[in-house]
């Protein structure tokens, strides 16, 4: 089975070597990797919502924050900011860093 990911590459490789423009290829990535988090993000909000009756600030916290099981790349993006930000205030973007920035947002 191709990937859409696959299908991308292929078609900006194609464009490369012809010399054409694949900028289109490299939105449509981007669009659609967005989009797959997005939906995965409101999947989990939708499943909470439906298993539990308060789905709040504390929930949020505790199921996309502080939870052991979620990298520190997406800590960060669930608490609204990025890696570099991390480095520039804690000198350093390591998971226990992440962590502790991302807790101050709350």
């Known amino acids: 089975m191709i990937t859409f990911e696959k ?3 292929d078609s900006a490789v194609s464009k490369l070597i012809k010399g054409d423009d694949y900028r289109d290829e490299v939105v449509n990535a981007i ?4 989009l797959d988090f997005a939906v995965d993000f409101f999947k989990k909000i939708v499943t909470a919502k ?10 949020y916290k505790k199921y996309f924050i502080v939870a052991d099981n979620i ?4 800590k960060a993006i669930f608490a609204g900011i990025n ?4 480095t520039n205030i804690c000198g ?12 101050c947002k709350f």
Request: glycine residues 0%.
């Open 50 to 59: 439906i298993k539990e009756n308060n789905v709040d600030l504390a929930w």
């Open 7 to 9: 299908e991308v590459i």
């Open 71 to 74: 990298s520190s790349d997406d």
């Open 31 to 34: 669009n659609v990797s967005f």
């Open 92 to 103: 350093s973007a390591t998971k226990k860093n992440c962590f502790r920035c991302c807790q």
């Open 83 to 86: 890696k570099k930000t991390i």
